[in-house]
């Protein structure tokens, strides 16, 4: 089967844009700027929605600063970009041989070995955990990895490591722009052009893959009645036609000989436009303009569609028919007046009562790869030096991905098209990340961590539970160690009744009397090195942390 009946027949299997689930309102909040209480329930909610987990050094930062300042911080990242992948393989089995010096870049090195090429591109893999888990104090990392589930790719397809590098670079460089000029980098992209096979669309033999999708996937969606047709896909097929890849330099260039320089009439959904024929070399630029400029005229399709799409990844995957006039509608409106800039609908959302309702804390389950990377990040995971111990640290970072991939959500390779079922498969939607399989591996990878520890190459990763502690409030006090760890850990309550159960069971070992723990936590203090004091208080808290983990709620965000 070839490539374009490939896609085809996967695709007729696929749920695409759920329609609008109506019900009674589950909450009648709006976009009115939240004025409740910015304390560290509010932080560590906007905090976990916004980056891999919350840590106590990011809570305490952001609770110096008011909601609006916060906001402001994250949506305006500072800090440079991530440094590129290093070689951290081994080439010694490849035909030809690589010319890139281990501990350097090969970002800038094209092999036309697929041995080394397949090495560089399991290396962009590790190397995307380590920027997951040293991204800076903004949104660059989550809203990226949503605009690479929106435009999904699959690096087992693609096969090329430069295009891919270049495709994740352009997301962290766009994430926080123009939508529109968003979708039309995407379209030329060699990572695109290559999956979706721009690169092989001619006058000759049009192919219509990206054009669907396009319509379907990245911009208007399947839900609206009417919409585009058939007719119009092919159309859009013939405007993109001509498009041809460099993959030494990973450049796109176009090529008039291979474009359809005729006229392409569209549908009445597009007010029977007309994107008129070119012949000259910049005939595929003109064309995409016309072309892009035809599908954001749809305003309002556009608008709503991508704005659920951020709404569900950041906020809730429900749509009732109140949040849709609530907040759906005045945020594709303000999309709109923004002339398609991203920034303003993620500014609205996050400063807004609805985004900090209640009902819209805690209500969303975890992804594999915020399970990994946030674990990770709250209890400050001491990795190797990225640097100095590159190999061992990208072996780390293998780790990470390999459990993610076991839970369902592998970097790089989203199962289709369409993107991880759970960010549009109706009605479960993240419910899907949860099963009879993945939970008891999620449980295992966090025991790991707490237990073991995982090791390779002479390096061990591991939670330390007495530095984390150290972080907290009160340490001594075991009631305040529970709030403290469980306001970072869990987003939803946990009953004083429990608390009390588990502070009596882990803590205080069966006793009754507070000063149980908070003896041995001073005890330990006075002489850190004391082996006895020590195991007394490591023992206690691995055991409570654990505990913590493998509980249902350790899975919600």
Partial sequence: ????????????????????????????????????????????????????????????????????????????????????????????????????????????????????????????????????????????????????????????????PHALYKHYTLFRNGALGNFKDLVRAVTVDPAMLMYLNGDQNTNTAPDENYARELQELFTLGKANNPNYTEDDVKAAAKVLTGWRLNLPTTTASFNTAKHDAGAKQFSSFFSNATVAGRSGATAGDDELDDLLTMIFNKKAEVSQFIVKKIYRWFCYYTIDATAEANVIAPLAQIFQNSNWEIKPVLDALFKSEHFFDALNRGCLIKSPLDIAVSLCREFAVVFPDPVSEYKEAYNMWDFLYYQAALCNQEYGDPPSVSGWPSYYQ?????????????????????????????????????????????????????????????????RVPVSVVSKTTIKTTILLSGQTSDYYWTNAWNAYLANPTDTVAYQTVYIRLRDLYRYFMNLAEYQLA
């Fill in 426 to 490: 109706a009605p479960q939607f993240y419910e899907l990340w949860i099963n009879a399989d993945t939970l008891p591996k999620r449980n295992r990878f966090t025991d790991i961590l707490i237990y073991s520890g995982y090791s390779r190459g002479g390096k061990t990763i591991k939670i330390d539970p007495i530095e984390f502690v150290k972080h907290l409030s009160n340490p001594g006090d075991p009631n305040a160690l529970i709030d403290d760890s469980l306001a970072i850990l869990y």
């Fill in 1 to 160: 089967m070839d490539r374009r009946a490939f896609l085809t027949a996967k695709r007729k299997t696929l749920q695409r844009e759920p329609t609008t689930v109506q019900h009674i309102a589950r909450t009648t909040s709006g976009l009115t700027t939240y004025s409740g209480p910015w304390d560290t329930e509010a932080v560590v909610h906007l905090l976990k929605r916004t980056m891999f987990g919350a840590t106590p050094q990011d809570i305490a930062y952001f609770k110096s600063l008011s909601m609006s300042q916060a906001v402001d911080e994250l949506l305006n990242p500072t800090a440079p970009l991530p440094a590129p992948p290093l070689k951290d393989y081994d080439t010694i089995d490849a035909i030809i041989p690589d010319t890139v010096v281990e501990g350097s870049t090969w970002v800038n090195d094209y092999s036309n070995d697929n041995t080394i090429q397949g090495r560089r591109v399991s290396s962009l893999k590790r190397w995307s955990m380590g920027v997951l888990l040293n991204q800076d104090r903004s949104i660059r990392e989550k809203i990226s990895l949503c605009w690479h589930n929106h435009f999904a790719t699959e690096a087992i397809t693609v096969a090329e």
